[in-house]
């Protein structure tokens, strides 16, 4: 075997191939457009990169033939509730079934970070937010939503054979919209009424004519519900406003709602169509000519997925049923104008267990399973599972 570090485009454009010939056989695989991974590497695009490392490579044997990948990372700003050592990670995995192979590639990584004094590995993970590329698929080989990783089963035993730890699972939920008769629990309804009839609260979906009101009221929602959880920080309007704008060309207005009190926004709901139902027509190209197939199936084709993205309610309406009320105006809305049948619940860690009940008691069923996996250096320290949030 052969271990190329990657440095050029050319190496790229290998890192890129090793993923696509390791996975085209499993027929619900997506190919990820290859802007969209390479942009995690690329210290214009990546901010991250300005305060960390890192690296990849590919493992060929001495035909030529690819075998593997792997990148490894150190981001200091990377961390776990309960961490006490410092972490890197790994990502962008992917191997022939042949643990040596993965040894190999695991080996690299761990003494690469080794060097830069982290104790421990985390992945497969992304040098980036959580919401992409970020664990290991071992339930549910569905087709995978937009920026979710995919992987054949084997790679589970290459990971645990090799000394990985299960840090915590990542559950996906599934729920079906279409049918009229598949409603929601009473207790949504009940506190539905709760709130229809007072006027201090409204629940509205937002308005692509006021993006910067989005993202002014998605920042003070996230920053009082979220920010204070672990591996979250606080997000400031500018930054709010830029990713409001990056999904301007994906939004769908029925599928993101707030609750106002008083004008003020205390409740959200922000959920997106599934564009990998048009990506898995583009073959990992997104140039001139994809970018015009990819508005015409938009436009005519029809979508019928939608993911959760993000849920949160500020601390003192938590618990109320504020965002029942929220939800059921919202099915009203989704059910009677739009097309939509299926709703995935992007991964909630099995260590939040009040977002695991709302997703319950919204009525999903756990669709598919990835995993975070943790490898301790030094193979004698006890491990700890990622500890349950309050």
């Known amino acids: 075997m052969r271990l190329l570090e990657i440095k050029s485009k050319i190496d790229e454009k290998e890192f890129i191939k090793t993923h696509v010939l390791i996975n085209r056989f499993f027929p619900n695989w997506i190919r990820p457009l290859d802007q969209d991974v390479l942009a995690v590497f690329d210290p214009q695009k990546n901010k991250l990169l300005q305060h960390g490392e890192v690296i990849r490579w590919i493992v060929k044997d001495y035909e030529g033939n690819c075998l593997g990948r792997i990148a490894a990372f150190v981001n200091k700003r990377y961390k776990n509730k309960g961490d006490e050592l410092p972490i890197g990670g790994i990502g962008f995995f992917d191997c022939i079934d042949k643990q040596e192979v993965a040894d190999v590639l695991f080996d690299t990584a761990k003494k690469w970070l080794g060097e830069r004094g982290m104790q421990a590995m985390d992945g497969p993970i992304n040098l980036?937010?959580?919401?992409?590329?970020?664990?290991?698929?071992?339930?549910?080989?569905?087709?995978?939503?937009?920026?979710?990783?995919?992987?054949?089963?084997?790679?589970?035993?290459?990971?645990?054979?090799?000394?990985?730890?299960?840090?915590?699972?990542?559950?996906?939920?599934?729920?079906?919209?279409?049918?009229?008769?598949?409603?929601?629990?009473?207790?949504?309804?009940e506190s539905h009424?709760?709130?229809?009839?007072?006027?201090?609260?409204?629940?509205?979906?937002?308005?692509?004519?006021?993006?910067?009101?989005?993202?002014?009221?998605?920042?003070?929602?996230?920053?009082?519900?979220?920010?204070?959880?672990?591996?979250?920080?606080?997000?400031?309007?500018?930054?709010?406003?830029?990713?409001?704008?990056?999904?301007?060309?994906?939004?769908?207005?029925?599928?993101?709602?707030?609750?106002?009190?008083?004008?003020e926004p205390v409740v959200m709901w922000i959920n997106l169509p599934d564009i990998n139902q048009i990506v898995k027509h583009l073959k990992g190209q997104f140039g001139i000519w994809a970018k015009f197939k990819f508005?015409?199936?938009?436009?005519?084709?029809?979508?019928?997925?939608?993911?959760?993205?993000?849920?949160?309610?500020?601390?003192?309406?938590?618990?109320?049923?504020?965002?029942?009320?929220?939800?059921?105006?919202?099915?009203?809305?989704?059910?009677?104008?739009?097309?939509y049948k299926k709703l995935e619940l992007y991964w909630q860690g099995d260590f939040n267990p009040k977002m695991l009940n709302i997703s319950k008691n919204l009525g999903g069923k756990p669709f598919r399973k990835l995993v975070t996996y943790r490898y301790l250096f030094d193979r004698d320290k006890p491990f700890k599972r990622h500890p349950v949030i309050d």
């Open 193 to 263: 009424q709760k709130f229809a009839g007072n006027p201090d609260f409204q629940a509205r979906h937002v308005n692509k004519n006021q993006l910067d009101k989005f993202a002014e009221d998605f920042c003070a929602v996230y920053n009082k519900a979220w920010a204070n959880h672990s591996g979250n920080k606080e997000m400031a309007i500018a930054q709010a406003r830029k990713l409001i704008q990056s999904l301007k060309p994906v939004l769908d207005e029925k599928l993101v709602w707030f609750v106002y009190h008083k004008n």
């Open 128 to 189: 980036g937010d959580r919401d992409k590329w970020w664990g290991l698929l071992v339930e549910g080989f569905h087709p995978p939503i937009y920026s979710m990783n995919f992987n054949p089963p084997y790679y589970q035993k290459l990971f645990e054979n090799y000394g990985f730890k299960n840090f915590y699972n990542q559950i996906c939920w599934s729920l079906s919209v279409a049918e009229e008769s598949n409603q929601l629990e009473a207790k949504f309804y």
């Open 295 to 339: 508005f015409l199936i938009k436009t005519f084709g029809t979508n019928t997925n939608f993911v959760g993205i993000v849920y949160g309610v500020v601390p003192e309406f938590q618990g109320s049923g504020l965002d029942y009320f929220m939800i059921v105006e919202a099915e009203k809305v989704i059910k009677s104008r739009t097309g």
